[in-house]
């Protein structure tokens, strides 16, 4: 979000080759560091496109700039940064997918700013856009079908009990009303505020920023997430908004600091929201801290907490690209014994982990069956190749027979 502040105020700078460069650097590095905000920064690179066709002084150099700036930068991020899973064929980080796509994409702006000489007529600037944005569509195209769905290869089942349960990964659309309140309340005050300011100053700074901040409300209605850049392009308009209100009056400035206060919409979500059970405790660290390493299935968002405050290795965790580990722990949990006791086999489970609110974010229709083993684990009658150890902490805890023998847990 920084990165994304860095260009867009290089960009509402007077056009210029050194800002568009400056605003392709901070595109490429916000695409290394990760690919949330890639719709929002094409639309801050699509409106210095719009500003060279309609022939505004200065916007050849940016243009060019812009090219430079983004395909060095992607360049150097790729010597520097490329992981091990670097051709992993996917858009959900810095791989070579996305290095290939950004690369032709920076190609673009620099080609057409180069050729803007012998293009002095918006008809010809949109020809040669068009003929240039076709040939590096058709290099870019296998890439952007992975883009077009960058959890694409989630394994079905963990993306329906799992993904989509994860707030920030829901849609705006299909959250509830307190949810969305909460995310994009905030923003919706920020798009008033910059609509104002377009309205009152038709000023080209102003018309990127809400420019967007509607982008970044059009991503939310796929992924909440997108809310954050928003909010983030909120702050010069509601600030302005807070100045104009300081000379109204006590009441109009108390109304736009309540409006531009980002913790007043998730307080207003829950008051709107069904009030929740309260959560059993589950402390983790408690639980497994005095065991040797061991290998453990726990639910999935468990798995993060005890990775990093134990010493422990787990089958699944809420990581998108751990699709066998996931899965397998869904079939573990949620099948028959029988099934649970092949998969604890397979994977050389050694210790099996439950907390009180595990798997209750499930709705009706995708809750285990009566026969599955979470229910069992629940009432306390495991099958007999799961031997009980007793934990502090509020979770519950059994080995594995013939994992690891009983003296062998104490650390």
Excluded at 26 to 48: K, R
Excluded at 352 to 366: K, R, Y
Aim: proline letters at 7%; hydrophobic letters at 55%; a positive charge.
């Amino acid at each position: 979000m920084v990165l994304l502040l860095v260009a867009v105020r290089a960009l509402i700078a007077a056009p210029s080759g050194v800002g568009g460069a400056v605003a392709g650097v901070a595109i490429a590095t916000s695409l290394i560091v990760g690919m949330e905000l890639a719709p929002v920064l094409s639309l801050a690179a699509l409106s210095v496109w719009l500003r060279w066709w309609w022939g505004s002084e200065g916007t050849r150099g940016q243009l060019a700039g812009l090219g430079i700036g983004l395909g060095a930068g992607i360049a150097m991020g790729a010597a520097g940064f490329a992981t091990t899973d670097w051709t992993y064929l996917a858009c959900d980080g810095f791989t070579r997918t996305v290095w290939t796509l950004a690369q032709a994409g920076a190609t673009i702006p620099l080609a057409l700013g180069l050729a803007s000489p012998w293009l002095p007529r918006r008809w010809h600037r949109l020809a040669a856009s068009i003929t240039i944005g076709a040939a590096m569509a058709a290099i870019m195209a296998p890439g952007l079908r992975e883009c077009i769905a960058p959890y694409g290869r989630v394994d079905p089942l963990v993306a329906r009990l799992w993904l989509h349960h994860v707030g920030e990964a829901q849609s705006l659309l299909a959250a509830p009303v307190a949810t969305g309140l909460a995310y994009a309340g905030l923003l919706i005050a920020g798009i008033i505020a910059s609509g104002w300011r377009v309205a009152a100053t038709r000023a080209p700074g102003w018309v990127l920023i809400l420019a967007l901040q509607l982008g970044a409300m059009a991503v939310a209605c796929f992924e909440l997430r997108g809310v954050y850049a928003g909010v983030t392009l909120s702050a010069p308009a509601l600030a302005v908004a807070i100045g104009a209100a300081r000379k109204r009056g006590p009441l109009w400035l108390a109304g736009a600091w309540i409006g531009s206060t980002g913790m007043l919409y998730p307080i207003a979500a829950q008051a709107l929201a069904p009030p929740a059970r309260p959560a059993a405790g589950c402390d983790i660290g408690a639980a497994l801290e005095r065991i040797r390493p061991a290998t453990v299935m726990t639910s999935i968002d468990i798995g993060a907490r005890a990775l990093s405050q134990t010493h422990h290795r787990l089958i699944a965790a809420p990581y998108h690209r751990n699709n066998a580990g996931n899965g397998a722990m869904y079939g573990f949990f949620l099948g028959s014994p029988e099934a649970a006791r092949t998969i604890a086999m397979r994977w050389r489970v050694d210790l099996v982990l439950l907390c009180p609110g595990d798997f209750t974010e499930l709705t009706p229709a995708e809750r285990p069956a009566a026969t599955a083993l979470v229910h069992r684990l629940r009432r306390r009658t495991a099958p007999d190749w799961l031997i009980p150890v007793p934990v502090r902490g509020g979770a519950r805890l059994w080995r594995v027979a013939g994992r690891l023998p009983p003296g062998g847990l104490a650390d």
